[in-house]
């Protein structure tokens, strides 16, 4: 469940470039994608040769065709992950291509499937979850992969929007300062950081804006990188946010009680995410505010808090791997509540932000190879 209703947007008037070798698929996503701007932007399908250059690299000509008229303006491109059926121009291009284009330009791009799951399990342990992308999948149908491409495309537009009002120097001395003071919580600027500490892919990224001299291209490049940060690391990842399962777990809350009743679910309604790409993933909620609410009202956890506030008892969490004990962690592969005992710490690729990120120990038995 995606959590439109919670979030306040700014729609933005959105040009997106479609990717999509197969004429039966391109023209399903096309009609979704154009059902869902409903009049609030416009959606094309990339048109080959714009840029006049029949020789050179892909990434050369494809450079020239996306910044040339038909494709040009363009605020966000989406393309399929298999694009080897492309003729004739580009005879063997990958999404992976159309990316790093896209980066090479500073224009935010997300990938989609035909079947899988945007989160599919085998995706992560092929180890491609830490690299700055968006993938997103065609499951369960087109509307709402179309309403998930066009919150992306908001959530890019809203923090280009946001970089370009922060004025204080002191807000732009560090990526994760600069990356709180756009989601509005300057006070989570070291947590943020810590997301990004130790990875080289991310600190490449930086590295590169901070060598573009054009003021005006450094921030659409630094829009960018932000927001894949934000999408793929700082979202998905529980220690700054949570999801519905590491919330539940986080508070020592029953997982279906939390799920399921609202009057709990109304208790913390105050520490739901609501920034950019809030739209377009399952719900989250602040872990500060989440605390912030716990200790205002002397409780020693959510469950106490949450009696207290209803005055009945309310189940605690429970740990996958042994359900005697109350859980406070989350398993990262089983997406499941679990306990500090009965589980791994962080692997290699988790994000040192990623406190409550664990693999309980079935999970690790299971997919150690992997891993």
């Known amino acids: 469940m995606f959590q439109s209703c919670v979030a306040t947007l700014i729609f933005m008037s959105l040009k997106i470039i479609l990717f999509d070798d197969m004429q039966g698929n391109r023209d399903a996503v096309l009609s979704a994608l154009q059902l869902e701007l ?5 959606v094309q399908a990339f048109v080959a040769g714009a840029g006049k250059k029949k020789d050179g690299t892909f990434e050369e000509r494809l450079g020239l065709d996306l910044t040339a008229a038909p494709n040009a303006p363009v605020d966000l491109i ?28 500073g224009v935010p791009e997300c990938g989609y499937a035909r079947g ?12 491609e979850q830490r690299e700055s992308c968006i993938r997103l999948s065609r499951k369960p149908d087109d509307a709402t992969f179309a309403k998930q491409v066009v919150a992306v ?14 004025k204080e120097p002191a807000a732009r001395k560090s990526p994760g300062q600069v990356l709180a003071n756009v989601l509005g919580k300057p006070e989570y600027a070291e947590k943020i950081s810590l997301f990004a500490s130790g990875d080289q892919g991310r600190l490449g990224a930086l590295a590169a804006v901070r060598d573009t001299k054009d003021i005006g291209e450094r921030n659409r490049l630094l829009a ?25 777990s986080y508070l020592n809350i029953q997982l279906e009680e939390f799920r399921k009743n609202d009057q709990i679910r109304k208790l913390f309604a105050g520490a739901i995410y609501a920034g950019p790409f809030a739209a377009a993933k399952p719900m989250l909620w602040w ?38 004990k ?31 990120a664990r693999v309980c120990k079935s999970s690790y038995a299971e997919d150690e190879p992997w891993l």
């Open 224 to 248: 960018c990188v932000l927001s894949y940060w934000l999408w793929d690391s700082v979202l998905r990842f529980p220690g700054v946010v949570l999801n519905e399962v590491a919330a539940s």
């Open 38 to 42: 409903a009049g609030d932007g416009s």
């Open 326 to 356: 109350p859980a406070g962690y989350y398993c990262f592969l089983s997406e499941r509540p679990v306990s500090l005992e009965n589980s791994k710490p962080g692997l290699t690729w988790f994000p040192r932000g990623a406190d409550l």
């Open 153 to 166: 495309g908001n959530g890019f537009a809203e923090i280009t929007r946001k970089l370009s009002e922060i």
């Open 116 to 127: 899988e799951r945007a989160d599919d399990s085998e995706y992560i342990k092929r180890g």
């Open 287 to 324: 872990r500060g505010m989440l605390e912030d609410m716990v200790a205002a009202a002397g409780a020693s956890d959510g469950r106490e808090y949450a009696a207290k506030k209803l005055e009945k008892d309310v189940a605690r969490s429970e740990c996958c791997e042994d359900s005697s």
């Open 78 to 105: 989406v393309a399929d992950r298999d694009l080897s059926s492309y003729r004739p121009d580009y005879t063997g291009l990958s999404e992976s291509t159309v990316r790093r284009v896209a980066d090479m330009i």
